[in-house]
């Protein structure tokens, strides 16, 4: 992952983390080159060394967001494949994403850092194919061909309702105190409830668990991919 400027230089390392606290402190629009790099110790052209603009680093910083994001889903499936079954990676979506502080910020309805993000169409459909809905929709069909989720229904209503389950339990978790009272493990009731809508009652054996675990580390490596490109495009300095 040469593309990621700060693993080569400190101060862009600095830059990243200060424009980060800033922008989640102050809002995107508030925030200016100059302040960044007071808080990073540089001086403002030392930013502009690493991004032609201030959209070009918030951009690359949101792609990196969601990189960890992906590298985690990536790393727990590679280490074991029955993390890919629908009633392990929902909670294991939903517990990631939640730690995505910039993602969680346009959720709360950041008018001008979603502005920034979507401008340009490529950038918009591909921070849209990340979302733990989008990616659990994007797996489904693998799901379907191996067996790992029930036949009986049709794929786009299956999408529709975990959709709106992921939802719905992502905003009761990012928000506890509006969730009902006595429920000791969320994340359990989340994995019980997408178990009953969509698994199968027989559980499918461990060659085609291996099987779409696989597929769906392609898919979320193609997405890598993508993020990546974004984030060397965003750059100034090309390493």
Same mark, same amino acid.
């Given at each position: ?47 502009? &060394? ?10 690359? !910083? /949101? @792609? +990196?967001?969601?990189?960890?994001? #992906?590298? =985690? ?40 850092? &979603? ?10 459909? !591909? /921070? @849209? +194919?990340?979302?733990?809905?989008? #990616?659990? =929709? ?102």
């Amino acid at each position: 992952m040469s593309q990621l400027i700060e693993r080569h230089s400190r101060k862009a390392a600095r830059i990243l983390d200060s424009a980060r606290a800033l922008v989640l402190d102050h809002g995107v629009r508030k925030v200016t080159v100059s302040e960044i790099a007071q808080a990073a110790g540089v001086g403002k052209g030392t930013v502009y &060394l690493y991004w032609p603009a201030k959209e070009d680093l918030i951009l690359g !910083l /949101f @792609a +990196r967001e969601l990189l960890t994001f #992906l590298d =985690e889903i990536i790393t727990r499936i590679t280490a074991d494949p029955a993390a890919v079954l629908p009633h392990r990676l929902a909670p294991l979506l939903i517990r990631a994403g939640l730690r995505l502080p910039l993602a969680r910020r346009v959720q709360s309805g950041d008018a001008d850092l &979603l502005r920034l993000l979507t401008q340009q169409t490529g950038d918009r459909e !591909l /921070f @849209a +194919r990340v979302t733990p809905s989008a #990616l659990c =929709e994007t797996g489904l069909p693998i799901h379907h061909r191996h067996g790992l989720i029930r036949h009986d229904r049709p794929l786009p209503d299956q999408a529709y309702a975990l959709h709106a389950v992921l939802t719905g339990f992502s905003a009761a978790l990012s928000d506890p105190a509006t969730a009902p009272l006595g429920v000791d493990d969320p994340e359990q009731v989340l994995a019980d409830t997408v178990a009953r809508l969509l698994e199968p009652p027989v559980a499918p054996g461990e060659p085609a668990i291996a099987a779409a675990a696989e597929e769906t580390l392609v898919v979320l490596r193609q997405i890598q991919e993508a993020l990546l490109g974004l984030i060397e495009r965003s750059q100034t300095l090309q390493q």
